[in-house]
């Protein structure tokens, strides 16, 4: 699969969804995860569901699961920050398996962040008791299953970090 | 499927004859109906229903759009306005006396949309209204009645955190 600037290509993570037969993928578009929409959309297998703000999301996520489907929510890492009491009430005290991708905003490899969204992501998930992996390329692209299975294994909500550098 | 929210969640509790089929969520920012959205979607042959109120929707006001997109045929969006926060004590909801939010789910895109302010209205029109295709929205204005409870039995209301491990197999495939 090509690269794109991200070295990350969509299909990338589409194949890791299909891989698990995820079907419905609840989303609020953002800049770092704007490059998968076109791939994502037109997949016949999945149903993206789009929504006004974040914290619908888990709720909306919570409901699909509840009725049989295999859903992902994705988001961007503010967008987690607006989705706090969502993610306490529902997906944490129902203890919903349930793979959370989160676009890193202001993420960087070297150096140091200017961007305070990318200062508190991972405290946020820290603090929440939510392990997290960071996918930057199509060979972290494996991490989503990994993910999925231990949301799974322990029942509890698990994220995803999809880094790009910030530029 | 029913999915009652803050005070409707011990109101319904007293009338529900299935209580195995309700989904009773405390708190999150009035999210009720974006949990019904989604069990709609997922199950288009079960009839969902979400006992919304005012204070709730306008926490979570895009979910009228979000639903609306979507256009589940299955739901029913049932509100309580009573123009308070009857969970909190009963202060007034900001602005909810002049909101129309009928006419903000027809403009979302809801194949119906309905306001009652008469009990009788209501019951006659009840039949009709829940065999529509959805998403159907009801408004009810209703007097404030707030429940005078201890902190003791709000922890003891119906809620889905206690319901979730018994419903979560009710469609695994």
Redesign the interface.
């Known amino acids: 699969m090509s690269d794109n600037a991200a070295g990350l290509d969509p299909r990338s993570i589409l194949k890791e969804f299909k891989k698990n037969k995820i079907s ?1 993928l ?1 989303w609020l578009p953002d800049s770092e995860t704007n490059f998968m929409y076109q791939v994502m959309t037109s997949d016949k297998d999945l ?1 993206v ?5 974040e ?2 999301t ?12 295999r ?1 992902v929510v994705l988001v961007q890492n503010t967008g987690i920050f607006e989705s706090g ?2 993610i306490r ?2 997906a944490l ?2 203890n919903l398996p349930l793979l959370l991708l989160i676009g890193y905003r202001g993420w960087v490899r070297h150096g140091i962040t200017k961007d305070s969204a990318a200062f508190y992501t991972e405290h946020f998930l820290h603090s929440w008791g939510i392990d997290y992996y960071l996918i930057e390329s199509d060979s972290d692209a494996h991490l989503i299953s990994h993910a999925l299975s231990s949301a799974e294994a322990n029942s509890k909500p698990v994220a995803v970090l999809l880094g790009r550098e910030y530029s | 499927m029913v999915v009652p929210t803050m005070q409707s969640n011990r109101r319904w509790s007293l009338v529900s004859s299935r209580p195995d089929l309700d ?1 009773p ?5 009035g ?2 109906s ?10 288009p042959k ?1 009839r969902v229903i979400v006992i919304d109120g005012d204070g709730s929707l306008l926490m ?1 006001l ?2 009228f ?2 639903i609306g ?2 256009a589940p045929a299955n739901l029913i969006h049932v509100s309580f306005d009573n123009g308070v926060y009857a969970t909190t004590g009963g202060q007034p909801v900001p602005g909810s006396h002049r909101v129309d939010f009928a006419a903000y789910a027809k403009s979302s895109g809801y194949r119906s949309s309905h306001q009652f302010e008469h009990l009788e209205d209501f019951i006659s029109s009840i039949e009709d209204l829940f065999s529509a295709e959805g998403p159907v929205f009801i408004n009810l204005k209703i007097q404030e009645d707030l429940d005078d409870l201890s902190a003791d039995e709000r922890m003891a209301m119906p809620s ?2 206690k319901n ?1 491990p018994a ?2 197999d ?4």
Do not use: W
């Not at chain 1, 888990?58 to 489907?69: M, R």
């Not at chain 2, 969520?25 to 920012?29: D, K, N, S």
């Open positions: 419905h609840v149903t569901v789009p929504v006004c703000r914290a619908e888990i709720a909306i996520a919570a409901g699909l699961q509840l009725g049989g489907k859903t009491d969502s009430g529902i005290d129902l | 989904l969520l405390t708190g999150c920012m999210k009720a974006s949990m019904a959205l989604g069990l709609a979607l997922a199950q079960t979570n895009g979910t759009v979000t997109e979507q889905l955190v979730y419903m979560k009710l469609f695994a495939s």
